[in-house]
């Protein structure tokens, strides 16, 4: 079962640097669909698991970028982390709208606030819209995939958690 978890915590990572190969075409170029798989993950790892392959997957699209943010990025994936952790946590204990508006919100509009200190106000509502829209298109995505994905699976593979 462990090994279980650790393959698809990786593929999810995988996926989630995968995904942020697929930019999302607005105001800053780090935004892209890097956070769908990681929501998707929610349906078949525990919290924890799920944001582990959020954070991986986050530094390694990071990576491949350039670091345009530099060692922030590491407190990115940290936030990343968090964020799909308890969104993961939400899935479990189907709070099936709680989730979504907790990713939104967490995501789109509070993850950016520390960087309003760290690098600059310009900076934090220059990339707000950005963030806010990405999150936006990210949650849809995953929305609409995740209930057939999550019977596939559960008919597949059985109960992983």
């Given at each position: 079962?462990?090994?279980?978890?650790?393959t698809l915590?990786a593929?999810?990572?995988?996926?989630?640097?995968?995904?942020g190969?697929l930019?999302?075409?607005?105001?800053?170029?780090?935004?892209?669909?890097?956070?769908?798989?990681?929501?998707?993950?929610?349906?078949?790892?525990?919290?924890f698991?799920a944001?582990?392959?959020s954070?991986?997957g986050?530094?390694?699209?990071?990576?491949?970028?350039?670091?345009?943010?530099?060692?922030?990025h590491?407190f990115i994936?940290?936030?990343?982390?968090?964020?799909?952790?308890v969104?993961?946590w939400?899935h479990?204990?189907?709070?099936?709208t709680?989730?979504?508006?907790?990713?939104?919100?967490a995501?789109?509009l509070?993850?950016p606030i520390?960087?309003?200190?760290?690098?600059?106000?310009?900076?934090?509502f220059?990339a707000?819209?950005?963030?806010f829209?990405?999150t936006?298109?990210?949650a849809?995505?995953?929305?609409?995939?995740?209930?057939?994905?999550?019977?596939?699976?559960?008919?597949?593979?059985?109960?992983?958690?």
């Amino acid at each position: 079962m462990q090994l279980k978890r650790l393959t698809l915590t990786a593929m999810f990572a995988a996926l989630c640097a995968v995904g942020g190969l697929l930019k999302i075409p607005i105001a800053i170029g780090s935004t892209a669909l890097d956070s769908t798989p990681a929501l998707l993950s929610a349906a078949f790892l525990p919290p924890f698991y799920a944001g582990l392959a959020s954070g991986i997957g986050h530094t390694a699209s990071a990576m491949y970028a350039g670091f345009p943010l530099g060692p922030f990025h590491l407190f990115i994936a940290l936030e990343m982390l968090c964020i799909v952790a308890v969104f993961a946590w939400l899935h479990k204990a189907q709070k099936n709208t709680l989730k979504w508006v907790f990713f939104i919100v967490a995501n789109g509009l509070l993850a950016p606030i520390p960087f309003y200190f760290l690098v600059s106000p310009a900076f934090f509502f220059g990339a707000v819209p950005s963030i806010f829209v990405a999150t936006l298109v990210n949650a849809v995505l995953a929305a609409v995939a995740m209930p057939a994905l999550q019977a596939v699976a559960n008919r597949e593979w059985g109960e992983l958690r």
